[in-house]
């Protein structure tokens, strides 16, 4: 009956904890939007645009060690209503940046949402296996984890409807205009985001405190106890320093988000540049492409019940990096089809490479999990090479060969990995 009474305490909880991997998907995918769009408002080149993602993803590598120490003194619970506080703070910042129009106000804001995910992150996947049976903790995670595309996907349909006008001047127009009527389109360019943002932010705060007031399992909010919090972390990090897995994972990681958030981040810039079509028209495109990441979750989840993991993800990044090849060189929807289809291949890299280098750290895991989520900084530096590329040569195909080289680096990781539990 205790145990009974335990299930049903966990129930809301767990309901609170599994949207945020849907909240989370909604932030990360609206930055495809605001590419676009602060590109339009504030005229912006290719590398600087690649900001939006530098600022956002240095928040998370920033914050994965300190949201660690913290959720280690106060629980998994404390960290998730801070993570929401500060994501809500970053969104509601939208506001007077808006009203400063200023690019780098903006920058601010989404450095404080991302700190805040950072936060979520780091708590939420481990909080999902202490609610509830733990002999079902594999089954709720992978529950959880099928709640982000679906908040991908609503962020590119909110920034698409409520975001992008639709209205695209060339500069030959913008040239043309009264110096009135300019200021008030890049005025009106400049503050669309605000509306969703801010509705957002109150919505993220009003979660936080629900979870706040939610009484959690008391493995929820007390100090988390287990091996991994044996060693000092300056020990573990030492000790980890000689693993070879590990750090290769680390990089692998590092590249291979950085190759996601690029592909996605430019997919709007490249259909433009690949078919003339319009910024929404374009949007859709990106949400094509999450569709078929989602896809490819499922359909390579169930592939790995008969092929090792490693070889199959080498087999997923060598059709990536061809794909990406074909981007880069091919012209029209030839090329943008072969962008698109990225995505439904890159769709089990993080969970994979993620479990490859936690697998039999021992007293490490906790230590060696935080050093590969802050690898995904590259999604902060590679969208910035891609817009370098971009700027430098005139060209966004030419920059699809930045996630190829990512590509080629997991495609080794894989190959590494497969050769090593095959021998």
């Known amino acids: ?12 909880p767990l309901v609170l904890i599994v949207s945020l991997f849907f909240l989370w998907g909604v932030a990360n995918n609206l930055n495809d939007v605001l590419i676009k769009q602060f590109t339009k408002a504030f005229v912006l080149t290719d590398l600087q645009a690649g900001l939006i993602q530098f600022a956002f993803y240095l928040g998370y590598f920033l914050m994965a060690l300190p949201a660690g120490l913290f959720m280690r003194r106060f629980g998994y619970k404390a960290a998730v209503v801070v993570g929401l506080s500060l994501y809500g703070l970053g969104a509601l910042l939208f506001y007077p940046a808006a009203q400063i129009a200023t690019y780098g106000m903006f920058l601010v804001a989404l450095f404080v949402i991302a700190s805040g995910l950072g936060f979520l992150e780091t708590a939420a996947n ?19 984890q099928s709640f982000n595309p679906p908040g991908a996907i609503a962020g590119l349909l909110i ?27 890049y005025a009106r360019e400049t503050q669309a985001a605000t509306g969703p943002y801010v509705a957002l932010g109150l919505f993220v705060l009003a979660w936080a405190a629900l979870v706040a007031l939610t009484r ?27 693993n070879k897995r590990l750090i290769f994972a680390v990089l692998a990681q590092f590249f291979y988000v950085g190759a996601q958030v690029g592909v ?92 490859i280098g936690v697998k039999d750290l021992g007293p490490y895991t906790q230590t060696g999990s935080s050093l590969i989520i802050m690898a995904i900084v590259g999604g902060a530096l590679m969208p910035l090479a891609m817009g370098w590329v971009s700027t430098v040569y005139g060209s966004m195909h030419l920059a699809i060969l930045v996630p190829a080289v990512c590509f080629g680096v997991i495609l080794a990781f894989s190959l590494s990995n497969a050769r090593a539990e095959e021998a």
């Not at 202490?130 to 529950?143: H, T, Y």
Request: with cysteine; charged share 15%; net charge neutral.
């Open 264 to 355: 996605w981040s430019f997919t709007i810039r490249y259909a433009q540049e690949a078919t003339g079509m319009g910024e929404r028209d374009a949007a859709d495109w990106v949400i094509a492409a999450l569709i078929l990441f989602m896809i490819g979750r499922f359909i390579g989840s169930a592939l790995m019940s008969r092929v090792n993991p490693a070889r199959l993800m080498a087999m997923f990044a060598l059709a990536c990096l061809a794909l990406a090849v074909v981007a880069a060189f091919a012209q029209g929807y030839a090329g943008l089809v072969a962008l698109t289809g990225i995505s439904f291949f890159m769709s089990i890299m993080f969970p994979t490479i993620f479990a």
């Open 159 to 185: 920034g698409k409807y409520w975001i992008l006008s639709g209205i695209e001047h060339s500069e030959a127009t913008l040239a043309g205009m009264p110096a009135a009527e300019k200021a008030a389109f």
């Open 126 to 144: 481990p909080l999902i296996t202490v609610l509830g049976d733990s002999r079902k903790s594999e089954q709720r995670l992978n529950i959880a």
């Open 216 to 242: 959690f399992p008391a493995a929820a909010t007390a100090q988390p106890r287990n091996e991994g919090e044996a060693l000092p972390w300056s020990e573990a990090l030492v000790g980890l320093a000689r």
């Open 1 to 12: 009956m205790e145990e009974d009474g335990m299930k049903r305490t966990a129930l809301a």
